[in-house]
């Protein structure tokens, strides 16, 4: 069964720093994985989509990068801002497809003034 | 906006209620979904339907009662539900056609904040 870990928790950092969030998955046969932007009391928007035969995916001030075969992703925000508090979420899709994601909690992120 | 619209945002209910949650896509896709998002827990996947076929039923209890009356409506009835079912319910729609066909972005609802006493 698959098995989606997201580190840290939590994360409070400045304005202007660049932050990493960490996703990692237990089976590396997966069809894409997706980072997703949860606000509070909101839906999830989709941020970035990476194929299985990608290695990153990039918008804007987002960098996402997939390494399959040791079973984790990396979302990179540069310059962050106040306004990219939010929950950062992790889903995989399994090499069957289906659209089936299992999604990791999250990482809640604050950047403050 | 995401084109999907979720009705009520909000729901307080007693264990002997019957509610119904409305899930809308204005995108014109094929495939649509429910979700449960507990605190604390990752979201899990309750339903998926496409073109207005049940094609998932990720062992729901049977308090929980799926309709999907067409491709842009879908519709959550709930019935003799529990505390612990209290979560944020979510929606979310994708072009495919197929269940089983190639994976596709997910479009989600804001969901609805459901409160059982």
């Known amino acids: 069964k698959q098995e989606v870990t997201q580190i840290p928790a939590a994360l409070s950092v400045p304005e202007g720093e660049n932050l990493v969030l960490n996703c990692s998955f237990t089976?590396?046969?997966?069809?894409?994985l997706q980072w997703f932007r949860q606000d509070p009391g909101k839906g999830l928007t989709s941020l970035l989509l990476?194929?299985?035969?990608?290695r990153e995916q990039t918008s804007g001030r987002l960098n996402a990068s997939l390494d399959k075969s040791s079973g984790r992703s990396t979302l990179y925000i540069a310059a962050s801002q106040p306004g990219d508090s939010a929950t950062y979420l992790c889903?995989?899709?399994?090499?069957?497809?289906?659209?089936?994601?299992?999604f990791g909690t999250g990482t809640q992120l604050k950047v403050e003034l | 906006e995401t084109g999907v619209t979720q009705t009520p945002r909000h729901l307080v209910m007693g264990m002997t209620n019957k509610k119904s949650l409305k899930c809308e896509q204005h995108?014109?896709?094929?495939?649509m979904y429910w979700y449960k998002q507990s605190a604390k827990k990752p979201l899990e996947l309750m339903f998926v339907?496409?073109?207005?076929?049940?094609?998932e039923n990720n062992s729901v209890p049977s308090r929980f009662s799926p309709e999907c009356p067409n491709s842009s409506h879908l519709f959550l009835h709930l019935h003799t539900l529990q505390p612990e079912d209290s979560a944020l319910y979510l929606c979310?729609?994708?072009?495919?056609?197929?269940?089983?066909?190639?994976?596709?972005?997910?479009?989600f609802g804001p969901g609805t904040r459901l409160t059982v006493l």
């Open positions: 089976d590396s046969a997966i069809y894409n």
């Open positions: 889903a995989v899709t399994g090499a069957g497809g289906g659209n089936k994601l299992t």
């Open positions: 979310a729609s994708s072009p495919a056609k197929l269940a089983g066909g190639p994976a596709d972005t997910q479009y």
């Open positions: 339907y496409s073109l207005e076929e049940r094609v």
């Open positions: 995108l014109g896709h094929n495939a």
């Open positions: 990476i194929q299985s035969s990608q």
